[in-house]
C-alpha cells in the first residue's frame, strides 16, 4: 500500500510571504490530519477532516492559516501571510475509521520562515 | 482535556541493552487508546506499539513491549536488545475512544551507541 505523500520536502521562505503544502493521503482513508511539530517539540494538531468535513480546526490559526479537502481525498494547508514562528515540520496523516485504528504519517514538509 | 507527559528528554544505551521510555497522561475516561510512535531524522512518524485500555495484557511487538499501568496512567515502553536503527525520537500518544484527536508528548530522544 502506498503511504502517505506530501510535498514540497523542503520550503523557504520570507515572512509575510505565503506557502502551500499539499498532502494525498492513503487510499480509503476517510479521515485526514495536519499538525504542526515546533524543533523539539510533539506534533500539534492543526486541523482535522473527514471526507471533505471539518472535525476539529480548534488550534487552526485561522487568521493566517487555511485547509480544505475538496473532494474528500487530496488536502492542501496554506498559511498567508507567514511569521517567524511557522517554522516547523508540517505533518500530514490519514486513518481508516474505526476507533482503534492508527494514524500513517507522511514524510512531513519542513517550512523555514526567514 | 488530556495531556501527555514524557519526562525524559534525552537516553542513551549501548546497543543490545535494554532502555525503557516512560509516559505518563491525564484523561477522566476510562476507554481510550495509547501508541508509542518512533520518528527517525527522515521525520516520518511510525508506529511502534498499540495498546487498548480495556486490554490488561500488556501489548509486545518483538522486542517492543509496554507496561501498561491504567490506575497510575502511566504507559512506558521497553525495547530489549536495542539495535542501531532504533536512534530516533520517540513520542508517546493518546487518543480517547470515539474521539478521533490524537495527543502527543514532547518526545524522547534516543540513542543506541555503538
Known amino acids: 500500500e502506498a503511504g502517505v505523500a506530501q510535498s514540497p520536502r523542503y520550503k523557504i521562505i520570507e515572512k509575510r510571504q505565503s506557502v502551500a503544502f499539499w498532502c494525498n493521503p492513503i487510499s480509503g482513508h476517510a479521515t485526514l490530519y495536519w499538525y504542526q511539530q515546533i524543533l523539539g517539540q510533539g506534533p500539534k494538531l492543526l486541523i482535522q477532516f473527514q471526507n471533505n468535513g471539518v472535525v476539529d480546526d480548534s488550534q487552526l490559526p485561522k487568521d493566517r492559516f487555511s485547509a480544505e479537502r475538496l473532494k474528500g481525498v487530496d488536502s492542501t494547508l496554506k498559511i498567508q501571510p507567514a511569521k517567524l514562528e511557522d517554522s516547523a515540520v508540517y505533518l500530514c496523516?490519514?486513518?481508516?475509521?474505526?476507533?482503534?485504528?492508527?494514524?500513517?504519517f507522511g514524510n512531513g514538509t519542513r517550512l523555514t520562515v526567514t | 482535556a488530556q495531556t501527555v507527559t514524557q519526562s525524559q528528554p534525552e537516553m542513551s544505551v549501548q546497543e543490545a541493552e535494554t532502555v525503557t521510555l516512560s509516559c505518563t497522561y491525564d484523561?477522566?475516561?476510562?476507554?481510550?487508546?495509547l501508541f508509542w510512535y518512533k520518528q527517525p531524522p527522515s521525520r516520518q512518524m511510525i508506529l511502534v506499539i498499540r495498546q487498548e485500555a480495556y486490554k490488561q495484557q500488556n501489548a509486545t511487538e518483538n522486542r517492543f513491549s509496554v507496561n501498561f499501568q491504567k490506575a497510575a496512567k502511566s504507559f512506558s515502553l521497553k525495547i530489549s536488545d536495542s539495535q542501531l536503527g532504533d536512534t530516533a525520537m520517540y513520542f508517546c500518544?493518546?487518543?480517547?475512544?470515539?474521539?478521533?484527536?490524537?495527543?502527543f508528548g514532547t518526545g524522547t530522544r534516543l540513542t543506541i551507541i555503538p
Open positions: 484523561t477522566s475516561e476510562n476507554n481510550y487508546y
Open positions: 500518544a493518546f487518543r480517547g475512544f470515539g474521539n478521533e484527536k490524537l495527543t
Open positions: 496523516a490519514s486513518r481508516v475509521q474505526g476507533s482503534g485504528s492508527p494514524l500513517h
